[in-house]
C-alpha cells in the first residue's frame, strides 16, 4: 500500500508550485513534490495505471452541503451538483451565483464531525473547494479513479478528502500556531514533526528540517496527511456532500 498525503491549493494559477504531495510506501523513504493541479491529476492516474494499491489523502472540501444544493435546485448526486459548479466557468462565478441566492453558509455533516473551520463556499475556502472538486475530482472521476465515498469504484488506486488541522485536532495535538515566522510557531513545528515521528512515519532528519523551515507549514501538512485516518462510519450524506477521513 503506498500513502499520499497532499496539501492542496486553490489560487488562479491553478496552484503553480503550491501544491505538496508527500508519498510513502513501507520500507521506502517518505518523497515530497511540488506539483500544480494538473500535474496532481497526472500523478493519480498514474498510480491508478500501476494497478496497485494507493490512497490519496486531499486537504480539500470534495462536496457540497445538501442544503446548499437543495437551494439551489440541484439533486442530491454528487457528480451532477460538480458538473453543475464547473458550468460557472470559475470559482468567482459560482461564489457569486451561490450568494446571489442567499448568503448562508450551511455545513456538511462531516463538517461538524471533524470540528472544521469553514464552511465550503467561505470566502477563505471557495477558491480551493471550486478547483478541487472541478479541476481534480471530476477529471479523476471520469477517468473511472475511485472517489471515497463519492464513487467507489472497482481499482486499486482510492482518493479521498482529508483534513491535516482535524487529524491533528483528533490525535489531541496543536492544530494552529504552527505557521509563521519566528520562533514561536518553527519550534511548534519541530513539536509536530517529532510527533509524527512517533507515530510510525518514518521522517529522514534531512526531510524533518525541511519541514521545520517551511514557515508556509505546507510541508509539514502533506506529512501530517500520511497518518492513518479514523475508522468511521460514513452517513448517507457522505456520499453526496463527501467526507473527511
Known sequence: ???????????????????????????????????????????????AQEGSASVWRIDAASGLPLATLGAHGQPAAWITAARWMNSFGSARGWRTALRARSRVEPRRVTDHE???????????????TWACICEVLVPLHDAGVSLDPLAVKAGG?????ASAASALRARGWPSHGF???????????????????????PLSQSLAEHAISDEAGEMLDALVLLLPGAQTVVPVEGAVEGWTY
Open 1 to 47: 500500500m503506498q500513502f499520499h498525503g497532499v496539501d492542496f491549493a486553490g489560487g488562479d494559477d491553478g496552484g503553480t508550485h503550491k501544491i505538496r504531495v508527500a508519498s510513502w510506501r513501507e520500507g521506502q523513504p517518505i518523497s515530497i513534490v511540488r506539483v500544480d493541479r494538473r500535474g496532481l491529476v497526472r500523478l493519480v492516474l498514474a498510480s
Open 114 to 128: 471533524s470540528h472544521a473551520a469553514l464552511a465550503p463556499m467561505n470566502l477563505r475556502a471557495f477558491k480551493q
Open 157 to 161: 488506486c482510492v482518493v479521498c478528502e
Open 179 to 201: 505557521k509563521g515566522g519566528g520562533d514561536p510557531p518553527a519550534r511548534l513545528r519541530r513539536d509536530l514533526v517529532e510527533r509524527v515521528r512517533g507515530a510510525g512515519v
